[in-house]
């Protein structure tokens, strides 16, 4: 009878193990390209426990994002394009989505999960911006999009002014650690969303002194020159590879409190490289709509679920996230507005791929567009390029394949004009103050404009402070 009960529970226990909500990390680095990673061939960087996330997972060998920051996490948080959420800029209110958007944050905690966020988020500061307003009951960090400083800057806790703790990409991992340990024993969705390689180049010592006299070998093929300067370059794969030892930190965690099984990993970028340094051959950096302005790493991993060393060669992009992850938990999606994104679990999770091959992805900043189809990319001056053979795009295939182009344009045509129907040609969103549900708001100076005998310390107004100004 004990023997059987024994076996009772071990069935139950292995069924319960098996049914339960699996927990969620999500990495997204900035300003960190597809190029700047080992797993990609980029023999002058190190990058092994990111690089085991596609060895013990999923590779996405086509996946897109947007040409710069707050577009991308705006697709990520709500499974649609940006545009249709209002997000026109990347500061002064225009990183900002819509107030009538739901996030994966307001999805997964309905759900039942603890929601937490890390780092950077640039999608709005004041409440109900904020992400305490949507859907993270934890955030640890800075809202705006460049920060100036990361060894112990000031940052904010779920809205307090606090001071941080030494590097920062180190202290958002060891908060987000302890949350994961805080919520062990229900499910989590936690978001570390990096603030490095962006701008200012600072690392610990101990990773750019591996650099200091390094030779670097590795260089990008469209722009022969180091752009910033070999130092720049240096100081970025620095932290690249103090964001690879973080990452290992995260992966060490869950398996010493033994839910790395039942956790679904993900690791993207949000736009290509600050700098045009190596990025296989592809054209374009961060700011492009170019294939190296918007191509970058999709790793994802779950034991449990996902087979390991799978390559997923499909087009894929940051709108497909929030519904991926919504169909892997098992959460029933019932949203009031259309997705963009589709449910790509089909194919990893070893059943028969539900596809549709004629989708395209669109990519989309300050008026330059460009569309992605399964093969080919049609490009802001309306050229039509072979991607599967030519992502440097220098064959313009436009004479040999014009249905293909004519076909990728008409499509290309009826977006622009639903970018210019949701778009409004003014933002008239105000920043609300004091609201009466958050305790902190905070007023920083690249939400204001300047008048009078006052100027901007920088021309992106997410930079600078107002100063003083006299002729």
Known sequence: MRFFVTILF??????????????????????????????NGNKDISTPHIDSLARDGALFENFYVQPVCSPTRA???????????????????????????????????????????????????????????????????????????????????NGKIVKGEDFCVDDFTSKAMDFIEENKEKPFLVYLPYNTPHSPMQVPDRFWEKYLDKTLTMKNTYNKKWGHGEDFVK????????????????????????????????????????????????????????????????HLRWPQKVAKAQVVNE???????????????????????????????????????????????????????????KDYRLDAQGRLYDMRNDRAQKNDLSKKLPEIQNSLKQELQILLSEVEKELEPTDERPFVICHKEFKWTQIPAR???????IKRSNRYPNCSFFSNWTS
């Open 75 to 157: 697709e990520l948080l709500t499974g649609r394009y940006a545009f249709r959420s209002g997000v026109r800029s990347t500061s002064e209110g225009g990183e900002r989505f819509n107030l009538d958007e739901t996030t994966i944050a307001d999805v997964f905690r309905s759900a039942g999960y603890a929601t937490g966020a890390f780092g950077k988020w640039h999608s709005g500061m004041q409440y109900p911006y904020h992400p305490n307003g949507r859907g993270f009951d934890e955030f640890y960090g800075f809202c705006s999009g460049h920060w100036g400083n990361y060894y112990s800057p000031m940052l904010e806790h």
């Open 235 to 298: 100081a970025a794969l620095a932290m690249c590879e103090n964001i690879d030892w973080n990452v290992g930190r995260v992966l060490n965690k869950l398996d010493e409190l033994q839910i790395a099984d039942n956790t679904i990993v993900l690791y993207f970028s949000d736009n290509g490289p600050n700098s045009p340094r190596w990025n296989g051959e592809m054209k374009g950096k961060k700011g492009s709509v170019d294939e190296g302005g918007v191509r970058t790493p999709l």
């Open 447 to 453: 939400d204001g404009e300047a008048h009078g005998g």
């Open 10 to 39: 071990v069935c139950l226990s292995t069924l319960f193990a098996e049914s339960a909500k699996p927990n969620i990390v999500i990495f997204l680095t900035d300003d960190q390209g597809w190029g700047d990673l080992s797993i």
């Open 315 to 373: 087009v894929t992009g940051a709108v497909d996230l929030l519904p991926t992850l919504v169909s892997m938990a098992g959460i029933e999606l019932r949203l009031d507005k259309k997705l963009d994104g589709v449910d790509v679990s089909s194919l990893i999770n070893g059943s028969k791929p539900q596809w549709n091959d004629q989708r395209s992805l669109l990519a989309y900043w300050r008026g330059k567009a460009t569309l992605r189809s």
